[in-house]
C-alpha cells in the first residue's frame, strides 16, 4: 500500500451540535477509504467511535477541536474492531468523565485485547435507549455489519444515525457528502465494499433481509455517517437503503487478488 501522506480532513458539520471527525486511508489510485467517527456536542457531549490506530494522533486533535476532553460523557463504541478503537484508550484516559456504551459480547470480546473496566461501561441493545441529557439515542442492528457485536446508534433530537460499516464507499480525497462523489466511484465501491463487509447477503432471502433493512430505515434518520462511506442525506437515503437491500442473494463481489498484489509490489520497488 501507498505511502504517501493522504489529504487533509477536517470535521464538518452535519446536523446541530453534531460533526463528522473524517479521516482517509489508502484505497487505490487516487482513490481513499474513508475512516469516520463523530462527536455530539450535546449537555452530555458523546463521541461515537474512535477511529483506527495509524489516525490517532490526529484523530484525538480533530475531537478535542470540538469538544473539552473533561466534557465528554458518553462514548458509544459500536464495536470492538480494530478501526473503531484506535483513540480508545487515549479518550477514556484523557475523559474521566465518560461512561462506554457497548454490549456483552463486543465487551467480551474486546477484554480479549486490553483489560476493559466494567464500572465504566453501561450495556444496551438493539431497540434500548440511553439518556444524555438533552437527547435520546436509540441503538439499532445496521443492515450491513462485519462483527456480531456491532450496533448503531440513532440521535433522536437531530435524527442523524450513525450506521457503522454500511453504506462504505471509496472517496476521491477530502470530499465527504455523498452529492460530492464522482457516481461511478460510488456505484462501484458500494457494491464492492459492502459485499466485502458482508459477504453472507449472498444467502439472504430478500424478503426477509428486507424486512429488517425496511425495520432500520422506519427509525426515519436525517441524516446517515457512517465510518467508511459518505455522508447521506435527502433521496441518497433511501437510495443507500434500496442498495443494500438489493445485495440480498447476489453473488458476492469479485476482489482483488494475487495480481493486484503482484502490481503493488511492483510499483513499490519501482519507487
Ligand atoms: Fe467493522
Ligand atoms: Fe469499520
Redesign the pocket.
Known sequence: MSTAAVPTTSPVQVAPDTFLIPNLAHGGDDVYVPVNSLVIRGREPIVVDTGAPIHRHEWLEKVYSIVEPEDIRWVFLSHE?G??TGGLDDVLTGAPHATLVMNMFSTERLALERPVDLRRLIWRDPGETFDAGDRTLRLFLPPIF?GPATRGVIDERTGVMWAV?SFAALTPGAVHHVADLPPDLYDESFVLFNSMVSPWHAWLDPAVYGRHVDSVERLAPSVVAT??GPVLTGEAIGDAFDRVRSLAGQPRAATPGQSLLDELLASAVAA
Open positions: 474492531d478501526d473503531h462485519d460499516d465510518a467508511h
